[in-house]
C-alpha cells in the first residue's frame, strides 16, 4: 500500500516539474539586413552566425533587464568579426521555471564584412 501511494507521488511530482519546465518558441519576424546598404559594398560573407541576449523575470512581475534585439545583433555580428547581418530571422524563446521566467531574443543571420569607404592619400 505504501509502495503504491509512493508511485503516484513521484508521478504527481514528475506531471507538475513537466508543466512548471516548460517553454514555447515565438518567431519576432525576418529582415534583408540589420543595417542599411545603400552605398555599401560588400567584401565578404563571413558566413552564418547566432547572438543571443535574454532576461529574467520573477513572479512575471519583476524583471531584471530584458530580451533586447539590438544585443542580440551585436552577439551575432562580433562572434564573426564582421560589420552586419544579412538574411535576418529572430525569434523569442521562453521558458518557464516555477515561479522564475527567462525569456531569451535569439538573431541568426549571414555575418557580412564591407569593403572599407574612407578615401586613399596617394
Not at 516539474?17 to 525576418?30: E, H, V
Not at 525569434?91 to 586613399?120: A, N, R
Request: charged share 20%.
Amino acid at each position: 500500500m505504501m509502495h503504491t501511494k509512493l508511485r503516484i507521488y513521484i508521478f504527481a511530482l514528475s506531471i507538475a516539474l513537466l508543466i512548471s519546465l516548460s517553454s514555447c518558441i515565438t518567431p519576432r519576424g525576418m529582415t534583408s539586413s540589420s543595417t542599411p546598404l545603400q552605398g555599401k559594398k560588400i567584401a565578404e560573407n563571413l558566413g552564418k552566425a547566432k547572438g543571443c541576449y535574454g532576461s529574467i523575470s520573477i513572479l512575471s512581475l519583476y524583471s531584471i533587464g530584458r530580451p533586447d534585439i539590438d544585443e542580440a545583433i551585436i552577439d551575432a555580428v562580433n562572434s564573426k568579426g564582421g560589420d552586419a547581418l544579412i538574411n535576418v530571422r529572430m525569434y523569442e524563446k521562453t521558458w518557464f521555471f516555477l515561479l522564475v521566467t527567462y525569456s531569451e531574443v535569439i538573431v541568426e543571420g549571414e555575418v557580412i564584412k564591407f569593403e572599407d569607404q574612407s578615401p586613399k592619400n596617394e
